[in-house]
C-alpha cells in the first residue's frame, strides 16, 4: 500500500539531533493534518522521532525500512493539539560535575544510542538509550534522583518527560550535555 503525503524530508546521513531540527522546521511549513516522510539514515532516529512527535502532540504513524534507509511518517496536530512540552527540572553540566566530585549518591541515566555511549560517557553513567526506557523502567527506583543527560540536552528532555509521567519523583534533565560536557569521561569500546 502506498503511504501518500504532503511533503519528504531528506534527513540521510545526518546524525542526532539534525533530523529532529529539519523535522520541526519542516512541519512548520505543512498544514495541520498533514504528513510528512522523514528519510534518514540514522538508527536512533526511529525513537527520537516517536518521543518528539509526542512531546509536541503531532502523531507518529510508523516507520518503513527501504535498505539502509529508514522512511518515518508523521502527521501535524492541529494547532490546539500542538503544545510543546519541556521538563521544568535542569542542572547545568557543571552543577552536575559537582555532585560527582563531592561523590553524592548520583544515578546519571544516558539516553543516547549504545554506541554514542560506548564512544564516550561519565564513567559512573548508566548506557539507557531512549528507545529502551519504557522496557527498563523497572531497574529504577520511583524515589532515587535521576539525572538524565544525551548529546544536547532534547532527547534528554524527552525521556524526563516520560519517567515524570510514569511516577519518577525527582528527575533532573542535565544541559547541554555530553557535548559540552568537561568532566571525566571515559570509552568502553571492545576491541
Not at 532534547?154 to 550535555?177: M, W
Not at 560536557?181 to 571515559?186: A, E, F, K, V
Request: glycine share 6%.
Amino acid at each position: 500500500m502506498m503511504i501518500t503525503t504532503n511533503s519528504v524530508l531528506d534527513a540521510k546521513g545526518l546524525a542526532c539531533p539534525m533530523p529532529i531540527v529539519k523535522t520541526k522546521k519542516a512541519m512548520n511549513n505543512l498544514e495541520a493534518g498533514g504528513v510528512l516522510e522523514v528519510q534518514a539514515t540514522d538508527k536512533g532516529s526511529t525513537a527520537d522521532l516517536k518521543a518528539w512527535a509526542e512531546s509536541t502532540g503531532h502523531q507518529y504513524l510508523g516507520t518503513v525500512e527501504d535498505g539502509m534507509v529508514l522512511k518515518h511518517y508523521l502527521r501535524k496536530a492541529s494547532a490546539e493539539d500542538q503544545q510543546e512540552q519541556i521538563h521544568e527540572k535542569i542542572i547545568t553540566n557543571e552543577m552536575l560535575l559537582e555532585k560527582i566530585e563531592a561523590k553524592k549518591n548520583t544515578i546519571i541515566l544516558d539516553v543516547r544510542e549504545r554506541a554514542e555511549y560506548a564512544f564516550n560517557h561519565i564513567p559512573t553513567a548508566i548506557s539507557f538509550p531512549i528507545g529502551e526506557l519504557e522496557q527498563r523502567l523497572e531497574e529504577l527506583d520511583k524515589e532515587a534522583e535521576l539525572f538524565v543527560i544525551c548529546r544536547t540536552g532534547s532527547r534528554s528532555d524527552l525521556a524526563a518527560q516520560k519517567l515524570t509521567a510514569a511516577g519518577f519523583k525527582e528527575v533532573i534533565n542535565v544541559l547541554p550535555g555530553m557535548n559540552q560536557w568537561s568532566g571525566p569521561s571515559q570509552k568502553s569500546i571492545q576491541k
